[in-house]
């Protein structure tokens, strides 16, 4: 009895009807079509239903929010988004299943309008472990039944055909079926779309040799060694992370897999795929690691940066400000006045002791970069062979002794100010390098070839005659022109005398707290001692010179030691030790002093501060100071 033209076409539907049925029905991942208006599922394929521990008819009568309530503002967020963009992914959800376990989710969301009605379709995984929801036994139960069970469920499927079709369509990840011989059988359109196939195209052939042929490296992937054909085989689940596919244009991209076998009857039919694009998710986590990278470089870098600031912090300087009132000095604060805002390299001149790093400071502090670190290099202390690592860095096991990375010193002070302290003393072979960091602003670590960028403001400072060991060849002409766009002399304390009083009585009151010695006086005899005295080593002598008389003090009196060999030629025969008719004044009659002082220029100079014959210029300080002195000693005109 031959069959008619419309039962074969009949029956031809029906297979076709079956194949969606099964995709759907036995897709690895949890599937659900949820009314976000009605706050209701409307359908859900066995894996959804495994996966919340519910049966369908159970999750069909309860609301979402019961599932997924304690993050209600976080469902509501979700939800939103996807409707606005027409879909959406987040890893933030959970739910709790019927026997109260919490599941982490994972979920791709896109839009179905279907008979007028905006639906979500849900496409969920557990994040923890991503069951993969169909066992085998569970599967050969469902499957089994006989040929009436069959039909039944297959006309219960050809009710709602079109409206699963649609839902299947509606996914965002590739769905796809394979026979035994690992042939197609269906493709829906996401999976087809990220493969660049037509959905008929693909029906018949083998996927392998479609999308899975090679790997990453375009080496061949040989068939027997495929997971998706291995479920077909053996039938268990099988997965592939961060495997490739390829597209129909010969370019690939990264994917997340499993193939899940189909059984019925007690043997293997085929096997339904589900894949997902993960480059945007390898992306992000590529930016996450930089970025941790990066954290852990800023980190090694503050760490180092801290480690120097103590260091900083435990060195003693000479003093916190400038000291003195002497021409010399308020020369030197007018060219930092000028030069300060700006970013140009300084070169400091001047003899060891003279205040050379203070006034270093000074520039940085009137700079953009105050907020920054200043970071000082002593070029004298570091050995010839470590030069390179201490300016700019290593990595581990860049040399014997390289056990971890190392930030340089022109890293720390990025941003900020670079004290290169004795400049001159920097080898040769180095200067090059010193020299394209101060031009380009680039650089690499020892034993790196990564390139860095840094933005870095120079003062150095030599007690050498650059300019003479430039012509001697033993220092780079273009590196000096380099570093003395603006040049400053520190002068040497013999050349400002009328400050001695002054920096004597700071380090006295700084060093006497210290010691806790606050009650030694300077006598006026201890005064003109000091200001005979040549200083050959300036102001870092003066210092050491009141420390040792604190020490070996006793009583008020202090016991100046200084060496006759070294005294100026007008330096008379006073004793070192003051006598007892040397007149001592007090804080209080020196201050006294003062405001008499202050009192006759005012009233010499008719009670005008500035200009010519005023009170700042008989007194030979800036009209700045003169009005400061005035408000802290409550004087007024």
């Known amino acids: 009895m031959s069959t008619s033209e419309p039962d074969y076409l009949a029956g031809w539907a029906d297979m076709t009807y079956a194949s969606r049925h099964m995709v759907f029905e036995h897709c690895s991942e949890a599937i659900v079509q949820f009314d976000p208006v009605a706050n209701r599922f409307v359908d859900m394929n066995i894996a959804a239903s495994k996966l919340f521990g519910y049966a369908r008819h159970e999750l069909l009568n309860m609301t979402v929010t019961r599932l997924l309530g304690h993050q209600l503002p976080e469902l509501i967020v979700f939800t939103q988004a996807v409707l606005e963009a027409g879909k959406g992914w987040s890893d ?139 479920a077909v085989h053996d039938g268990l689940v099988h997965e592939g992370r961060q495997e490739v596919f390829w597209r129909r244009d010969g370019s690939m991209f990264p994917v997340e897999f499993t193939s899940t076998p189909v059984i019925s009857d007690g043997r293997i039919v085929g096997s339904v795929v589900v894949f997902r694009d993960i480059t945007e998710r390898m992306s992000t986590q590529q930016r996450l690691h930089d970025a941790l990278e990066e954290l852990k470089d800023l980190k090694q870098r503050l760490e180092q940066q801290n480690e120097y600031l103590q260091e900083e912090i435990s060195i003693e300087h000479s003093y916190r400000e400038i000291v003195g009132q002497s021409e010399p000095i308020l020369k030197i604060v007018r060219q930092i006045d000028v030069v300060g805002p700006t970013d140009a390299s300084v070169l400091i001149h001047g003899e060891s002791g003279t205040g050379k790093e203070l006034i270093a400071r000074a520039i940085h502090q009137a700079s953009r970069r105050a907020k920054h670190p200043l970071i000082r290099v002593n070029c004298a202390a570091i050995p010839a062979d470590l030069f390179e690592s201490e300016f700019f860095g290593h990595v581990r096991g860049a040399f014997t002794g390289a056990l971890r990375d190392r930030v340089g010193r022109f890293e720390l002070a990025d941003g900020g100010t670079l004290f290169l302290d004795e400049v001159g003393e920097i080898p040769l072979e180095l200067q090059s390098k010193l020299l394209r960091v101060l031009q380009e602003g680039q650089f690499e670590r020892v034993g790196e ?189």
């Open 92 to 230: 933030e959800l959970s739910c709790t299943r019927k026997d109260g376990e919490r599941v982490m989710l994972e979920i791709s969301a896109t839009t179905l309008r279907l008979k007028g009605v905006l639906y979500l379709i849900l496409v969920l995984r557990e994040r923890s472990e991503q069951r993969y929801l169909l066992d085998q036994a569970q599967t050969e139960r469902t499957m089994r039944g006989g040929l009436l069970e069959w039909r039944n469920i297959l006309n219960l499927f050809q009710e709602t055909e079109r409206d699963n079709h649609l839902l299947l369509s509606a996914v965002g990840d590739g769905i796809y079926s394979i026979d035994s011989e690992g042939l197609a059988t269906y493709v829906n359109p996401a999976a087809a779309r990220m493969l660049g196939w037509e959905t008929d195209e693909m029906i018949g052939k083998n996927i392998h040799r479609i999308h899975h042929h090679s790997h990453a490296d375009g080496s061949h992937y040989p068939v027997e060694d495929c997971p998706i054909y291995k």
């Open 449 to 637: 070839e990564r390139t860095r960028r840094v933005d870095v403001r120079i003062i150095a400072a030599t007690n050498r005659d650059l300019r003479a060991e430039v012509e001697a060849k033993r220092f780079r002409e273009d590196l000096y022109f380099r570093l003395n766009v603006f040049p400053l002399q520190s002068p040497p304390l013999r050349e400002r005398r009328e400050d001695i009083p002054q920096l004597a009585t700071h380090f006295l009151e700084q060093i006497g707290q210290r010691l806790n010695r606050p009650d030694k006086r300077l006598s006026l005899a201890d005064i003109e001692h000091l200001q005979k005295y040549s200083w050959p080593g300036n102001i870092r002598e003066l210092q050491n010179v009141i420390e040792r008389a604190l020490i070996t003090s006793t009583g008020k009196e202090l016991r100046l030691d200084l060496p006759r060999s070294k005294t100026s030629p007008q330096q008379s025969d006073t004793p070192t030790t003051p006598s007892k008719e040397s007149e001592i004044l007090t804080e209080q009659q020196l201050r006294e002093l003062e405001v008499n002082n202050l009192r006759a220029a005012l009233t010499a100079a008719d009670g005008r501060l500035f200009g010519p014959g005023g009170a700042a210029e008989l007194l030979g300080i800036k009209p700045t100071t003169l009005a400061s002195r005035m408000k802290k000693l409550n004087l007024s005109r």
